[in-house]
T-cell receptor, first 115, second 116 residues
Framework: DAGVIQSPRHEVTEMGQEVTLRCKPI?????LFWYRQTMMRGLELLIY????????DSGMPEDRFSAKMPNASFSTLKIQPSEPRDSAVYFC?????????????FGNGTRLTVT | AQSVTQLDSQVPVFEEAPVELRCNYS??????LFWYVQYPNQGLQLLLK??????LVKGINGFEAEFNKSQTSFHLRKPSVHISDTAEYFC??????????????FGTGTQLKVEL
């Protein structure tokens, strides 16, 4: 199994531009999570999906952030317009179940820099 | 609200020495506890988990953790560290939501630096 695949690994963009982060979860995993990691705030859960349906988006910082999961093998996190304070590492993770017995499998992350 | 506290942001240790990374949680309900490890430029990987049963849990790479309910702690230990253990370690707690499902909350992480 290839694991959770994220692209791009690095993204540098200017303030005001649209940014799209992509994620391919592990096949057969019903849950997909988007996390953001910064030095100041640590790991924050932004949103998660169950069977392609968004379940909890209470962690999405503001309307500039949106996430979609059009099918079981693909998800996007979009920031429009981007701001310097959005600079962070964004992780996608998937799990077979949401239950505590099912660990999260993380991708290697996308390091976003907004100048 | 549930929270996880990792008291040490950085822990330097010499190779082959023992190490303990501390984790405390706050919860009024039953929780499930995890340690994840993050190597440079990678995502997090599960190191070990406590769900129930024996309070001493063994994980990968020789790590173990002990669940202490009275002290609400879940400290991670290794009797002899190796250079390759240099990484960031995250404690996490999962608790059941009243509406069903569960939520995983991470601590702020502890950077373990193993030196020769």
């Amino acid at each position: 199994d290839a694991g959770v695949i994220q692209s791009p690994r690095h993204e540098v963009t200017e303030m005001g531009q649209e940014v799209t982060l992509r994620c391919k979860p592990i096949s057969g995993h019903d849950y997909l999570f988007w996390y953001r990691q910064t030095m100041m705030r640590g790991l924050e859960l932004l949103i998660y999906f169950n069977n392609n349906v968004p379940i909890d988006d209470s962690g999405m910082p503001e309307d500039r952030f949106s996430a979609k999961m059009p099918n079981a093998s693909f998800s996007t996190l979009k920031i429009q317009p981007s701001e310097p304070r959005d600079s962070a590492v964004y992780f996608c993770a998937s799990s077979r179940e949401q239950g505590y017995n099912s660990p999260l499998h993380f991708g290697n992350g996308t390091r976003l820099t907004v100048t | 609200a549930q929270s996880v506290t990792q008291l040490d942001s950085q822990v330097p240790v010499f190779e082959e020495a023992p190490v303990e990374l501390r984790c405390n949680y706050s919860s009024s309900v039953s929780v499930y506890l995890f340690w994840y490890v993050q190597y440079p430029n990678q995502g997090l990987q599960l190191l070990l988990k406590y769900l129930s049963g024996s309070t001493l849990v063994k994980g990968i790479n020789g790590f173990e953790a002990e669940f202490n309910k009275s002290q609400t702690s879940f400290h991670l230990r290794k009797p002899s560290v190796h250079i390759s253990d240099t990484a960031e370690y995250f404690c996490a707690v999962s608790y059941i939501l009243t509406g069903g499902g569960n939520k995983l909350t991470f601590g702020t992480g502890t950077q373990l630096k193993v030196e020769l």
